[in-house]
């Protein structure tokens, strides 16, 4: 069997994914103490290919806040961002292997997505998910099926980031489909 890979902007390693931004260093108000105002290091990122961008400044070492702006930039990238799905069978290495069957009580088994969304794999998962939905015309449904989980896990994975799930009944809202809870 030939699976079709796709590629995700949030799926990228952290080193490509640098390579296709601009940073920029800085200062930020808020608390921190002397420390805040006399060093630049919050970082800034822009995402050249498409112009997202993120930050971060709450820690005192600027190779943190990096970390941490990057995190927030592949989650946003994975939100705001869609790539076309392959036909046909579907389901990254990355996804199948976050897939864990689960029994309910009649007996039946279903796969459950298990990832935490602080994990480093979420935010590429995440793109997955909804790059799926969005060619299954925004059914959260349709697109467990292709994904091979059921439609509560997948719902309830993209409601562990919030900013994902207003994304989602957005989109619904613009097909005239109702909202999800």
Known sequence: MHRIAWSHPAALDVESLSKQCVFTKGRMSGPGGQHRNKVET??????????LESHAGERRESQVNRAV???RLRLALATEIRCPVPAGEIGTPLWR????????AEGR????????PDHADYPALLAEALDTIADAGWDHAKAALRLGTTPSQLLRFVKDHPPAFVRLNAERDKHK?????
């Open 109 to 116: 088994t279903s796969n459950r997505i298990s990832c935490s």
């Open 97 to 104: 292997s976050r897939l864990s069957p689960k029994r309910d």
């Open 177 to 181: 489909l109702p909202r999800l809870k």
């Open 69 to 71: 702006a990057i995190t």
């Open 42 to 51: 919050a970082v800034f990122i822009t995402h050249t290919p498409t112009g």
